[in-house]
């Protein structure tokens, strides 16, 4: 299916099963412990062995040489692959620099060797025996140090910055303007499942049992790394445990068992130690952002500047911090640029909304001081600069924006009217209480998505695609599709997902996994559908599926007497073209948070958290608010305790587990409310979806942030807001 | 050679031990120790260990240095309880020994000996739930669904822990009844990481199940 034009009224509309809240049809699984994740998949291959990694102990330099002689003796060793026995793995996709090969060491924890034995135990024992010869060299791993002398990324026609009008002038003759600067620190997906695989080949064929997001992706990558026919390569991943990111692409879990497993002659199973989740993969790039802005004492922006520094290995941008200040707030003169200091730490890459999570703590922050700055309401600021155009590309307008009314809903349900409206100045007891607020925005992606569908003859459903569920709620959204498009109930619908040799979806990120891979199987369901009435010679376009029949004017017939004769098989995908070039499409948010500040040890607890969101339809809301709370939780850890600390002596994070980067736990998060506003986006999707997964992170470390200062009277403009750096600015008790 | 003689000890001492304190089980070093050569052989210690496993009787010949929670996931091939830190960090390996709730991850299994240990596998089926895992289903208290398993084995327990009258950090009182409220189940479950964030969704889930026990 070419999505060329929007679609009018369509059978998803009637929203009998799609829209309706819906529980996971996967839940019973998960919580009963059955469902099978990467590292569990005893039953898919006999004889598996155990990989264990030897990690880099230097960030920078080279293997002069490895000494295997002990960990080759000890019981139950049975091979042992060094990265010194292949040349570097050719780069797959998204990756800045190899994951496995070589002598040369680019960070620390990069893998060196992979001991293979009968047990764990052993494996690891073993691999504690390996000696690496290192040649060390010095590396710049200290990001404050290199940002302020950080070149502009550069385009492919020269510095990539963006210019509207005349942001200088316009900067130095606004009645009212701000001029401040924000930091946000490396952060860690820290999804509670490492990366993990089980690699098993039979002749030339590998099969990999993984933990990924992106299976059309991977298998691409995989195939060239390996130097292998793709259509050898059979990546399996029906359950992800998180990914956030992480696992949109290849990581050396994967290719040190394939690698392995071909060595040793049999298949190799591989977990990353906790520790190479955080040094030998992936995280965000901590910023250093600047923004400058001009307004008009109404609070109309008449220049609005962000310029972003973020750091990565040579030859990978960094994090986007700009993207939603091109396209958020009206305003005639504009600049924004990015610079990118060059890391020898490991490396930066997506993590949850890559660029608009740091973008918005900083661009929301900064609104707030303006909305103080010119005493205003900063919901009100946010709705007087509200556009229905790409402010860049002015003749460019929004698919569907609602970023007023979530705004007007969100504090309506929230109570905005009633909150401090003195900085330190509302007292509840022993707390400091605050609120703050902000917008959260975050685009809509159009990827194609393929599905297969399979009537059979009890009448029976299964859906068949690569699309993967990181824990996003794709089995039952993909259900409820198929039902709808069908009139069969929901447990009458069997979804198959992660398999490679499915067709290929559009996978998980960006939040571009639902819209798309539910009009992948739309799609794949009008097939479907004309096949069927064809068999009775009705019309596919006013035939009506509904409760197993097929029913045209005064006649019906059983979808089961179309199967008689044995299934029927039907497989399409949504293709896009221009919509998205002529529509902006995005997701838009108001976040709402009410904080309690200890007024004698600065310790920060979330009272309430609000968010209202217009995302298109919502396609299952309970799996849709899920997301969102998600998201919610993961800001608070942004705003309050997440941080990466680097040593800059030796290039690596130092909390590199879960008690020293500090994620949310359950103490730490209230009830949190989520209001999905009416939207249908018929641009953006045939399902008239757009994404959702991401827009609840966004904007909410800026609304931890502002109720943080309205709370307090203080203004931390680093991320995260530990109590050391605001404790003795508190107001006097 | 680099490492001195601490791995020799050690298992000395562990031998010596072992073969008084457990009297429950068996050990069988399987190979010879030889600590003169850099090429040394290190030993592995066996041992049997006895335990009920959802309410089965297994015996297990073990490495001694398998984990609870690998004993679990590798040889009984329950993997229905998680690794995701394998530190005592994160919660996801939570399981029920003797009533109580214990990371996995942290323990020996031949520390198990005669334990009654159970499993998220051990609490309900697909088919049957336990009335906590419904409540998880029914209130979306998961996401990803690596974390639950922990999640739930935890929540079960901190109902029994409040009923019991275990006090916790956030109690008002260290005696006397303790009540299932938001704020004793949240400091509770506070080692139960979900990096998914369905934790407003646990509490729900958790409050339905002690308000219908109340």
Redesign the interface.
Known sequence: MKYTTPAGDTVIDRQRVVGQPT??I????????????A??R?DVAANQAYGYIVPSAIAKGRVRSIDL??A?????VITILTTTEVDELPLGMGHTVPLFGGSEIRFYHQALALVVAE????AR?AAK?V?VDYERTQGNHDFHALAPDAPLVEGSDGPDVSKVGDFEAAYASAPVSIDVTYETPHES??????HASIAAWEGEKLTLWTSNQMIAWSKQAVAKMLDLDPANVRLDSP??????GAKLFVRVDAVVAALAAKKAGRPVKV?L??PLVFNNTTHRSATIQRLRFGAERDGRLTAISHECTSGNLAGQEGENGIAQTRLLYAGANRYTAQRIARLDLPEANAMRAPGETAGLMALEGAMDELAEKLGMDPVELRIVNDTQVDPETPNRPYSSRMMVECLRRGAEAFGWDKRNKTPGGMREGRWLIGHGMAVGFRNSVQMKSAARVRLSSNGKLTVETDMTD????SYTILAQTAAEMLGLPLEDVTVTLGDSDMPASCGSGGQWGAQNSTSGVYAACVKLREDIAGRFAMDPNTAEFIDGEIRAGAESRKLTEATASGEIVAEDSVEYDELSKKYQQSTFAGHFVEIAVDAYTGETYVRRMLAACAAGRILNP??A???V??????GVGGALTEELAVDTRFGFFVNH???GYE??????????EVIFLDELDAIASPMKAKGVGELGLCGVGAAVANALYNATGVRVREYPLTLDKYLDKLPAV | M??PDYFSVSRRGVLASGAAGLAAGSISP??AFAAST???????TMQTVSMRINGKAQTLEL?T??TLL?AL??HV???????????G??G?CTVIVNGERINSCLSLAVMHEGDEVT???G?????N?HPM??A???H?G????????GQ?CSAVSVLKEIADGVPSHVSAELTGPMEAS??E???R???????????????EAMAEVAGERA
Request: charged share 20%; with cysteine.
């Open positions: 529980t996971r996967d839940g019973p699984l998960k919580v009963t412990g059955h469902a099978p994740y590292y569990e005893h002689a002990e080759k003796a000890q019981p139950g047990t764990f135990e052993q024992a025996l000696r997906h820290a999804m509670m499942e490492p359950f992800l445990g998180g990914g956030f977990m130690d906790r990181i824990g996003t709620g309970i799996s608010r899920s997301q709370i998600g998201a919610m939780t993961m587990d879960l008690a994620v949310p736990v359950h103490a730490d998060i209230p009830h949190q | 680099d490492q399987q190979v850099p090429a040394a052989e290190r030993a592995i490495d240095r398998t690998d996931r590798e091939k329950l993997t229905g309880t998680k690794k995701g830190c394998d530190h960090q994160c996801a499993t998220i596998e609490l309900g089926t697909p088919e739930l895992q419904a998880f289903v029914k979306d998961y996401q990803c669904g690596y974390c639950t398993p739930i938001n704020i189940m949240r400091e479950m506070s080692g139960n990481i979900c990096r998914c964030g369905a934790y407003s969704n646990i509490a």
